[in-house]
C-alpha cells in the first residue's frame, strides 16, 4: 500500500503523486523520474524495485564517472501531471539561457513545475497535499514550495497558491524558534495560522526528515500540520479560518511547483524526497495513515561522503590533478580562492596560503569545513559561485555556504570532489586558475563540461605549513 491507496480509501484521491524514493502505490510499477547525464546529456528512467523503492544500482551505473541532474519527476497518478524545468516567471528568471531555473542533482534533490496540469484544485476548491522534506536543508529565501500555484507563472494575487513550504522565512506569518518551519504559501504571503507574525504553536522542524501537510477546504477552513518522518505521528498545528481579507474565497489555479514560489522566485534551497496533491479535504485520521505510511517507509542516509578521507583536524593541502596544472594548489589572495604553483621552496607566505584546516561542516556536521591556515577564523565558502575565503559571521547562510561533503572524484579513486551542500549538484571545479562551485553543463562558463571530471579532483595531501 501507498501514501495514494490511503488517500483513495479515505475518499480523497491523489491528482499528482510525484517521488525521488518510492512508488506511492501499492500498484505503481512505472518509471518515477528521468536523470540527465552530464558527460553526453543522454537521459534514463529510474523505476522502483518490486518493493516500492527507486532503483538506485541502475542511477549508480548510468551516471557512474559523471554527473547527472533529475530532468522530469513523473506523475504517478495517471494524470500525467508530470514535473519538468520551471520556466522563467514575474519574480525570476531562471540562469539559463532560456530563462528556465536549475535542475536538481539526482543525488540531492530543485525549479520544477507544471503550468498545464490535470485535476488539481482550482478556484476554493479543497485539496490536500503532503511533502518529505530534507529538515537540513534549507534557508530563509523565497520559496521552497511544493504545491499549487499560478498557471502563467506570475504572482497573480492573494489566494492565488495553496503551496506547502519548508524554510526559515520570517517575512510573513512563521513559527516558534529560528525554523525551518512547515508553513503555506498562499500567495504574498506565507502563513501557519489566520494572521501573520510569530504563532508559538508552529514548533522549529529538528528532524532529519519532515512530514509536512498542508489542506485547504472550500468554505474558509484550512489546516497546517507536520512531524518527523522517521518517528511518530502528525500534530495540527493550525486548523481554522483563512487569513483575512483576501484569503476567503481561495482562487487556486492549479499549477504545480516545486522548489520556487508562484513568480518562478528562486532564492530558496531544500530537498524533497516526496508529495502528493489531493482532490477533496483529507481527514486528519487519512493523513495519520499516511503519516504511518511513510514512517514504516523507514527514510535513512546513507552517507553524504566517499572518497579519500579528510580527516576534522588535520591541516591538508588541495593539489590540482588537471593535466595542465598537477603543481598548482588551492590557495588564497585576499578573499579570492584560486590556484597557485607552490613547492617545498615556496615563501612561507604562499605555503601558508596554500593550506588549509579541517573542521566539523558549519553548516552540516557530516561534512566539512576549511578554515585558511593564515587567517583565523576565516573559511571558505561559495559567494555568487565563486568560491571566497570570508571571516565566519556566525549565520546559517555562512555556514550552509562553507560547508562542502567530500566524495570520490569521478575519474581518479585517489583524489576528491567537494560537493557544496547548500547547491548540491555543484563542485569545487578550478577554471582559469580561480576556483568555482561548478555545475556539469550548467549556464555559466566555468560549468563547461569540457575537462569537468578533471577539474573538480583535488589530491588531498599534508599541508605546507
Ligand atoms: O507568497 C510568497 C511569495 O510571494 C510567492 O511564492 C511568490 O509568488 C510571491 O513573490
Not at 505503481?28 to 546529456?41: E, F, H, I, M, P
Not at 503551496?163 to 500567495?187: C, H, Q, R, T, V
Not at 532564492?267 to 514512517?295: H, K, L, R
Request: charged content about 10%; proline content about 4%.
Amino acid at each position: 500500500t501507498g501514501p495514494c491507496d490511503i488517500y483513495a480509501s479515505g475518499g480523497t484521491p491523489c491528482v499528482a503523486a510525484h517521488s525521488t524514493t518510492r512508488a506511492l502505490y501499492g500498484s505503481y510499477t512505472g518509471a518515477l523520474y528521468q536523470v540527465k547525464r552530464g558527460s553526453d546529456n543522454a537521459t534514463t528512467n529510474i523505476s522502483p524495485l518490486s518493493s516500492g523503492v527507486a532503483n538506485a544500482a541502475t542511477q549508480d551505473n548510468f551516471c557512474a564517472g559523471s554527473t547527472c541532474l533529475i530532468s522530469i519527476i513523473y506523475d504517478q497518478s495517471g494524470r500525467g501531471n508530470h514535473l519538468s524545468q520551471a520556466p522563467g516567471g514575474s519574480a525570476a528568471q531562471g540562469p539559463n539561457v532560456d530563462g528556465t531555473d536549475y535542475l536538481a542533482g539526482a543525488t540531492g534533490a530543485t525549479g520544477y513545475r507544471n503550468n498545464q496540469a490535470q485535476g488539481t484544485a482550482t478556484g476554493d476548491s479543497a485539496e490536500g497535499l503532503y511533502a518529505v522534506f530534507d529538515g537540513t536543508h534549507y534557508n530563509a529565501a523565497c520559496c521552497f514550495d511544493y504545491g499549487n500555484a499560478e498557471i502563467n507563472s506570475k504572482d497573480t494575487g492573494d489566494g492565488h497558491m495553496e503551496s506547502i513550504y519548508f524554510g526559515s522565512g520570517k517575512n510573513y506569518g512563521y513559527g516558534a524558534g529560528s525554523g525551518p518551519w512547515i508553513l503555506a504559501d498562499l500567495e504574498n504571503g506565507l502563513y501557519t495560522e489566520n494572521g501573520l507574525g510569530q504563532y508559538s504553536n508552529n514548533p522549529t522542524q529538528n528532524s532529519r526528515f519532515v512530514t509536512a501537510v498542508v489542506k485547504g477546504d472550500n468554505g474558509n477552513q484550512w489546516a497546517v500540520r507536520g512531524g518527523n518522518s522517521v518517528s511518530g505521528g502528525l500534530t495540527t498545528y493550525f486548523s481554522g479560518p483563512r487569513p483575512p481579507p483576501d484569503y476567503n474565497p481561495m482562487s487556486k489555479e492549479g499549477a504545480i511547483i516545486l522548489g520556487i514560489g508562484g513568480d518562478n522566485s528562486n532564492g530558496a534551497q531544500g530537498t524533497f524526497y516526496e508529495g502528493v496533491m489531493t482532490t477533496g479535504y483529507p481527514s486528519d485520521a487519512t493523513e495519520n495513515s499516511v503519516q504511518a505510511n511513510i514512517v514504516a517507509a523507514t527514510y535513512g542516509t546513507t552517507g553524504l561522503t566517499s572518497g579519500p578521507a579528510i580527516n576534522v583536524g588535520s591541516h591538508v593541502s588541495l593539489r590540482a590533478t588537471t593535466s595542465c596544472c598537477t603543481d598548482r594548489y588551492i590557495a588564497h589572495s585576499g578573499a579570492e580562492v584560486n590556484t597557485q604553483v607552490v613547492s617545498s621552496s615556496s615563501t612561507t607566505t604562499l605555503k601558508q596560503q596554500a593550506s588549509w584546516i579541517v573542521h566539523t561542516g558549519l553548516g552540516n556536521s557530516a561534512c566539512l569545513s576549511f578554515e585558511s591556515a593564515d587567517t583565523p577564523g576565516s573559511f571558505i565558502r561559495h559567494s555568487n559561485y565563486a568560491l571566497v575565503v570570508n571571516a565566519n559571521d556566525g549565520g546559517v547562510v555562512f555556514a550552509q555556504d562553507a560547508t562542502f561533503c567530500p566524495e570520490e572524484s569521478l575519474n581518479d579513486a585517489g583524489s576528491n570532489i567537494l560537493r557544496s551542500w547548500s547547491y548540491p549538484a555543484r563542485y569545487w571545479r578550478h577554471y582559469s586558475a580561480e576556483l568555482f562551485i561548478a555545475g556539469n553543463g550548467g549556464p555559466h562558463f566555468f560549468d563547461t563540461p569540457s575537462s569537468f571530471n578533471d577539474d573538480t579532483s583535488f589530491a588531498v595531501g599534508t599541508a605546507f605549513a
